[in-house]
T-cell receptor, first 114, second 111 residues
Framework: DGGITQSPKYLFRKEGQNVTLSCEQN?????MYWYRQDPGQGLRLIYY???????QKGDIAEGYSVSREKKESFPLTVTSAQKNPTAFYLC?????????????FGQGTRLTVV | AQSVTQLGSHVSVSEGALVLLRCNYS??????LFWYVQYPNQGLQLLLK??????LVTGINGFEAEFKKSETSFHLTKPSAHMSDAAEYFC?????????FGQGTTLQVKP
């Protein structure tokens, strides 16, 4: 089945450690996205990529890094510079069409920093 | 930059009652609009989308939304709520290759 796979579903890390969240898609979509979700704040865009080897910062990129070496993969690293990393992280992908982006989402990774 | 405002962070209805979730957008050009639903600890699922054409859009699970340009609104409705509709709902607008989301509305359905 085609879709977007995020792993792991739950992740616990100690404060000050970097951690990488995985996102893989087999939908042959050009664009991929990372969103952060906190209660009452909706979804906020961290990074997005519309083509391999290129990506742009979203609204809350500080403390995060990404890479896009393959079309299918868009891993997100939460660095120690991120002050409050505990959140639910959602990866999405979409076909790139002029003016319109219809995104498909993975099941999310819940990161808890202790 | 475009923005999306969802009026009411929590909406409570009785089973069988009308569901109305409100969404207003700001856009200087014809927008592409979406409603997504999220169940606890899951990703988002597309309910419906407005691109061009008919202003009334039909989606999955009996939901509809009407695009009203004069009111810059895209409210989501369902004639009769079911217990399984309890979830969080997000309105979104497409801008320059990415989606801008509202803050979300949690729908509670009472028996």
């Amino acid at each position: 089945d085609g879709g977007i796979t995020q792993s792991p579903k739950y992740l616990f890390r100690k404060e000050g450690q970097n951690v990488t969240l995985s996102c893989e898609q087999n939908l042959n979509h050009d664009a991929m996205y990372w969103y952060r979700q906190d209660p009452g704040q909706g979804l906020r865009l961290i990074y997005y990529s519309q083509i391999v080897n290129d990506f742009q910062k979203g609204d809350i990129a500080e403390g995060y890094s990404v890479s896009r070496e393959k079309k299918e993969s868009f891993p997100l690293t939460v660095t120690s510079a991120q002050k409050n990393p505990t959140a639910f992280y959602l990866c999405a992908s979409s076909i790139v069409r002029t003016g319109m982006t219809e995104a498909f989402f993975g099941q999310g990774t819940r990161l808890t920093v202790v | 930059a475009q923005s999306v405002t969802q009026l009411g962070s929590h909406v409570s209805v009785s089973e069988g009652a009308l569901v109305l979730l409100r969404c207003n957008y700001s856009s200087s050009v014809p927008p592409y609009l979406f409603w997504y639903v999220q169940y606890p600890n899951q990703g988002l699922q597309l309910l419906l989308k407005y691109t061009t054409g008919a202003n009334l859009v039909t989606g999955i699970n009996g939901f509809e939304a009407e695009f009203k340009k004069s009111e810059t609104s895209f409210h989501l409705t369902k004639p009769s709520a079911h217990m399984s509709d309890a979830a969080e709902y997000f309105c979104a607008v497409s801008e320059e290759g990415k989606l801008i989301f509202g803050q979300g509305t949690t729908l509670q359905v009472k028996p």
